[in-house]
């Protein structure tokens, strides 16, 4: 029978999660970092049922403790994710509130499974203020729990979260597993694979929204970095700022090729991480999306001049 949660590789990130498990001294923070939409959450869950009475990561759906996370019912178990406001709409943050609400779930006893595990999706969705309300359990962390915080990597995250964690990093997918997980996709298959870049999920998401748009625009932006046409420049500033998902998108194409550019040119590794700096701070700073891709391209620019002077 099918795997409730299948594994599409990172089987050495399982693999290192199961030993520590083994060793009877697992950690009570892990931060399960990685590029978004390559399985991070699907990931978590099956560490999550392990934990919480399954057989093994693979049971099928019909195991009891995965019947229940599938439900979203297991006591023991709390997924945190932004909600929606009054209004209906996505909160732009996890709020402090659902921090202390897991808190408050980690000082219970365990119902079920003498376990009791919670999941932060994602660290990048957090404040400073529910940052700061996570400590409280990383630092005086109740006997058999687990915490876990999946990472896109897109947010700066307090340095106190991180010592107090132990990361295990994944990895984009192999072209073959993109495609495997791909094939139960009802779109536009060779779109999103063509955009994943190992990162199935992602691919899906740049299929569906104003996001392929944007990596179109902003690969030929990079054709001529330095000069661009204004046409090009246009239209590649336009298409970032059409949608949430769209500006992701440039960031991301805009810091892939800057990441594979350092390879032969090991300077352009600062401008990486000033991109990265731009990208994290963005909303802190209250810039406008608009004003976030024209001072991205404007770092990339700065870094390449800086590099070829």
């Given at each position: 029978?099918t795997a409730?949660f299948?594994?599409?590789?990172?089987?050495?990130?399982e693999?290192?999660?199961?030993?520590a498990?083994a060793s009877?001294?697992?950690h009570?923070?892990?931060?399960f970092?990685?590029?978004s939409g390559?399985?991070?959450?699907?990931?978590?869950k099956r560490?999550?049922?392990?934990?919480?009475?399954a057989e093994?990561?693979?049971?099928?759906?019909?195991?009891?403790v995965?019947?229940?996370?599938?439900?979203?019912g297991?006591?023991?178990?709390?997924?945190?994710?932004r909600?929606?406001?009054?209004?209906?709409?996505l909160?732009?943050?996890?709020t402090?509130d659902?921090?202390r609400?897991?808190?408050h779930?980690?000082?219970l006893?365990p119902?079920?499974?003498?376990?009791r595990?919670g999941?932060?999706?994602?660290?990048?969705e957090?404040?400073?203020s529910?940052?700061?309300?996570?400590l409280?359990?990383?630092?005086?962390p109740?006997?058999?729990?687990?915490?876990?915080?999946?990472?896109?990597?897109q947010?700066?995250?307090?340095?106190?979260?991180?010592s107090?964690?132990?990361?295990?990093?994944?990895?984009p997918?192999?072209?073959?597993?993109?495609?495997?997980?791909?094939?139960?996709?009802d779109?536009?298959?060779?779109l999103?694979a063509?955009l994943?870049?190992?990162r199935?999920?992602?691919?899906?998401?740049?299929?569906?929204s104003?996001?392929a748009k944007?990596?179109?625009?902003?690969?030929?932006?990079?054709?001529?970095?330095?000069?661009?046409s204004?046409?090009?420049?246009?239209s590649?500033i336009?298409a970032?700022?059409?949608d949430?998902?769209a500006?992701?998108?440039?960031?991301?194409?805009l810091?892939?090729w800057?990441?594979?550019e350092?390879?032969?040119?090991?300077?352009l590794g600062?401008?990486?991480?000033?991109l990265?700096?731009v990208?994290?701070?963005?909303d802190?700073?209250?810039l406008?999306?608009?004003?976030t891709a024209?001072k991205?391209?404007?770092?990339?620019?700065?870094?390449?001049?800086?590099?070829?002077a």
């Amino acid at each position: 029978m099918t795997a409730a949660f299948p594994l599409i590789g990172h089987q050495d990130a399982e693999a290192r999660f199961l030993a520590a498990r083994a060793s009877n001294r697992l950690h009570h923070g892990w931060i399960f970092q990685g590029p978004s939409g390559i399985g991070k959450s699907t990931f978590a869950k099956r560490i999550a049922a392990l934990m919480l009475g399954a057989e093994t990561t693979d049971a099928p759906t019909d195991d009891r403790v995965m019947q229940l996370i599938l439900s979203g019912g297991h006591p023991d178990m709390k997924w945190v994710k932004r909600e929606l406001n009054e209004k209906d709409k996505l909160r732009q943050d996890i709020t402090v509130d659902q921090i202390r609400d897991l808190n408050h779930f980690f000082s219970l006893r365990p119902a079920m499974s003498g376990w009791r595990v919670g999941v932060i999706d994602s660290l990048d969705e957090m404040n400073v203020s529910g940052m700061n309300a996570l400590l409280k359990t990383l630092e005086e962390p109740p006997r058999n729990a687990l915490l876990i915080l999946v990472s896109h990597g897109q947010k700066q995250m307090l340095p106190t979260i991180r010592s107090r964690c132990q990361v295990l990093r994944l990895y984009p997918l192999s072209d073959q597993d993109t495609r495997t997980v791909l094939e139960g996709f009802d779109g536009d298959v060779s779109l999103a694979a063509k955009l994943a870049n190992g990162r199935p999920g992602y691919g899906v998401e740049l299929s569906q929204s104003g996001g392929a748009k944007a990596v179109q625009a902003a690969r030929a932006l990079l054709k001529t970095p330095l000069k661009p046409s204004p046409g090009v420049a246009s239209s590649a500033i336009s298409a970032a700022v059409s949608d949430p998902g769209a500006l992701s998108a440039f960031a991301d194409t805009l810091m892939q090729w800057t990441a594979l550019e350092a390879e032969d040119k090991p300077a352009l590794g600062k401008t990486w991480l000033a991109l990265h700096e731009v990208r994290s701070t963005a909303d802190a700073l209250n810039l406008t999306p608009l004003q976030t891709a024209g001072k991205l391209f404007a770092t990339l620019q700065q870094g390449l001049k800086a590099v070829s002077a």
